[in-house]
């Protein structure tokens, strides 16, 4: 994890994906067409070309994802996301603990209009966390009548709001939560993730666990990213736990799906500006 900190400044640039990169992660962010049964309606404008806008007006591609299928006629077209960064923010890498980005979500098999989400990386360990719509309203654009345009427009309405929500960030660094507070954000994960307390494969409390030195404060920040990056990542074994029939409980999954991500992530960021305005219940 700790290699990100020491990269020189031609290294810095690698950290964006080149095309090659973009298309082994997610092929369908280049489909030349729309799966087949779409209507007249829909309006196909491939993800590539609001790719190369993008860039053109300095948010660069840093990660990309595209959607398990089952449906072979859905292959190639299924729904996909990238994250962007601005060229400057990779510049100064080393010297961001927080960084603004825009997540990218589309499909060309009518899954999914274009849509626009506000996420932020935190760098020591690569969380991606995804702004809940509450804080800034998502951006979903249809395929129906529109341009390249429209969407490059919409991702500066993003960089607009970065301030205020970086603002928000720092209300979360500054709240410093009580073991019962930081124990029913956690709890308040794991029902979000699993539902079922009683057959969830850990405790609530181990997502409190940190992965590394320095994560173990108690502001709602530091907390936050420590419950979503337990869940996020999974690999976690409660060792208490066991199943109906005697045997331990298998280690806590990690989220594959691109919405499940999202919405965990609107969830815990809703539930930590809950629990910094208003408090939540133990």
Known sequence: MAHHIFQSSSELHSLALNNDELRNRAASIF????????????????????LEGMRDHGWLPVRAEQQSVRTETRRGFQKH????????????????????????????????????????LRMVCLNGMVVADATFQRISIKHVG???ESVINASFAILEAVPQIMDKVK??????LTNTERLALATG??????????????????????????DGAKDLWTTLNTIQENITKGGQRDRSRRRPDGRQMPKSRAIKGINEDLKLNKALWHMAEVLRNEGLRP
């Open 189 to 214: 994960a794991a029902i979000q993730r699993w539902e079922d307390l009683n057959t969830a494969p850990v405790n609530p409390s181990m997502l409190l666990n940190p992965r590394r030195y320095g």
């Open 81 to 120: 996301l990238i994250r962007f960064a601005r060229a400057e923010n990779l510049e100064t890498w080393a010297n961001n603990e927080v960084r603004p980005e825009i997540v990218l979500l589309n499909s060309h098999d009518k899954s999914s209009a274009y849509q626009l989400h506000c996420g932020l």
């Open 171 to 176: 209300l979360f660094q500054d709240r410093i």
């Open 31 to 50: 489909a030349s067409q729309p799966v087949a049964d779409v209507s007249d309606r829909y309006s196909f404008l491939p993800t590539s070309s609001v």
């Open 146 to 148: 529109f341009t390249p």
